[in-house]
């Protein structure tokens, strides 16, 4: 329900308590780990939080509090997790994509200038995503409108500042992409000459590229099914990035989790 396993949401309200400490004897309308299970299905199935409080018994106003107070505090206990997860996972060659998170069409805000995508035919964030060589996400680059090109985006996200001295034209590992990244340093396909077909060598550049990238659009599916980030983000535009850096942390810790067990989430906050 929540999309992380007993065991780690269990690891993970140790953590936020760990950060926000839990004074025994007050009155509370909602516990210490039930406030944790409505930020993770706030996150996970985009409800109203009308509904959240219905469910928990509580009123609307006391789980826009429990959000605004712990989704930060969730993104802090993991982010030890998180750079531990990425410095380890930048030495091996990895692949990127971007997706478009939806807002819906709010262009009589002024931030909404340039969040329309064209490409996609919706209002939204571009939002660039790095997958690992062992298929789990590794990075999210900081949101931009819409509208933004996938080589811009790579750029102004903060993601090639990360890979400095790491792409394949600085002899590093490197990464794959699809041609929307020609210019960027990443290894993408060859472009159909004008008026000219692909060389045999070309196509089979091409293949092996496409098989090597397709496995980021899996890591996506599993980003977007935090449907917050899927379905149609309602809140302030401006609160969007931390929305988007709970979910990755979470993510990262949901995929990494599995991978090495409870051992690896405390190992990242020493």
């Not at 939204?124 to 900081?142: A, E, K, M």
């Amino acid at each position: 329900m929540t999309g992380l396993a007993t065991d780690q949401v269990d690891q993970l309200v140790r953590l936020v308590y760990a950060d926000v400490g839990f004074v025994a004897g007050r009155r509370r309308a909602v516990g210490p780990y039930p406030a944790v299970i409505v930020v993770l299905l706030y996150l996970r199935h985009n409800v109203s939080q009308a509904l959240l409080a219905e469910l928990f018994g509580c009123s609307q106003p006391t789980v826009s509090r429990l959000v605004d107070r712990f989704l930060p505090v969730i993104t802090t206990a993991l982010a030890p997790l998180a750079e531990h997860v990425a410095a380890k996972e930048l030495n091996s060659t990895v692949r990127v994509d971007g997706f478009l998170a939806p807002t819906g069409d709010r262009r009589a805000h002024s931030f909404t200038s340039g969040m329309y995508s064209g490409k996609r035919h919706r209002c939204g964030f571009n939002i660039q995503v790095v997958r690992s060589v062992r298929g789990t996400l590794t990075l999210i680059g900081q949101p931009l409108p819409g509208a933004t090109h996938d080589a811009k985006a790579w750029h102004e996200s903060g993601l090639a500042q990360r890979f400095a001295g790491r792409l394949h034209t600085d002899g590093g590992p490197g990464g794959f992409a699809d041609t929307a990244y020609i210019g960027t340093g990443l290894c993408v396909p060859d472009r159909k000459p004008k008026g000219q077909p692909l060389t045999a060598s070309a196509r089979e550049f091409n293949r092996m590229i496409a098989s090597h990238r397709a496995s980021v659009e899996r890591v996506i599916a599993h980003v977007k099914n935090w449907r917050i980030l899927s379905t149609g983000y309602r809140g302030m535009l401006d609160r969007f990035p931390a929305y988007l850096d709970a979910v990755a942390k979470l993510e990262i810790y949901r995929t990494s989790y599995l991978a090495a067990g409870p051992v690896r989430a405390s190992e990242g906050r020493q």
